[in-house]
């Protein structure tokens, strides 16, 4: 019964930025990878960004490498994804996820659990 709740989404214009949080428990934050996943309609389901429970090792996607920063925060048991330099591509529903693992998965099965999701629109 892990909880996560992300919060951060909206709409923004093409080359704005966004950044998106997922809460989550203090006793479970820093025992979990955390990633990041988005689905845009009618799309598969795509990793976007992960971070290992301490912090030290971090990956991301071809697509948004340069642009999105994963970051968490023990003091806030959070965690983030910076988006800046936003494209119209980037528009879909943005899931925080945790995985149990020493390393990050990039694979959206591996993970246990996940949130609700947040709706990221960017306009062209």
């Known amino acids: 019964q892990v909880q996560l709740v992300e919060s951060g989404g909206g709409k923004v214009q093409a080359g704005g930025s966004l950044r998106l949080s997922c809460a989550t428990s203090?006793?479970?934050?820093?025992?979990?990878?955390m990633g990041w996943f988005r689905q845009a309609l009618g799309k598969e389901r795509e990793f976007v960004a992960g971070?290992?429970?301490?912090?030290?090792?971090?990956r991301y996607a071809d697509s948004v490498k340069g642009r999105f920063t994963i970051s968490r925060d023990k003091a806030k048991a959070t965690a983030y994804l910076q988006m800046n330099s936003l494209k119209a591509e980037d528009t879909a529903v943005y899931y925080c996820?945790?995985?149990?693992?020493?390393?990050?998965?990039?694979?959206?099965?591996?993970?246990?659990?996940w949130g609700q999701g947040t709706q990221v629109t960017v306009s062209s």
């Open positions: 996820a945790a995985d149990r693992a020493v390393a990050v998965d990039t694979d959206w099965y591996k993970y246990d659990y």
């Open positions: 203090e006793l479970t934050f820093n025992i979990y990878t």
């Open positions: 971070i290992t429970w301490r912090g030290e090792n971090t």
